[in-house]
């Protein structure tokens, strides 16, 4: 079983950066591919951005490309976002998951964690 917990959201204004965490445990995190979706009040849960097992791939859905950036270190089992020029429709409650294969399709990931909120203030 894996347990990812996100960490990192908080207020911001307009502009402004956070970076968003996610610790993973029970397995090795280089066992999985992960991604980073949002889900803002009365949407969906949408992807934002994707990473593969080592790294070497990464997706970003268009409106975020150029400004938020994923990563992730498997020596400390964590995984990273990396947000710039916040806009106020950023704001959503963020999620980290993992999944076999890097992919955007949220049905494919086997692991979630509880989210963590982002607002950002016009």
């Known amino acids: 079983q894996v347990q990812l917990v996100e960490s990192g959201g908080g207020l911001v204004q307009t502009g402004g950066s956070l970076r968003l965490s996610c610790a993973v445990s029970?397995?090795?995190?280089?066992?999985?591919?992960m991604g980073w979706f949002r889900q803002a009040p009365g949407k969906e849960r949408e992807v934002v951005a994707a990473?593969?097992?080592?790294?070497?791939?990464?997706y970003y859905t268009d409106s975020v490309k150029g400004r938020f950036t994923i990563s992730r270190d498997n020596a400390k089992n964590s995984m990273y976002l990396q947000m710039n020029s916040l806009k106020p429709e950023d704001t959503a409650v963020y999620y980290c998951?993992?999944?076999?294969?890097?992919?955007?399709?949220?049905?494919?990931?086997?692991?979630w964690g509880q989210g963590t909120q982002v607002t950002v203030s016009s």
């Open positions: 998951a993992a999944s076999k294969e890097i992919t955007i399709n949220r049905g494919e990931y086997d692991y």
């Open positions: 029970g397995r090795t995190s280089s066992n999985y591919a």
């Open positions: 990473i593969s097992r080592a790294g070497s791939l990464t």
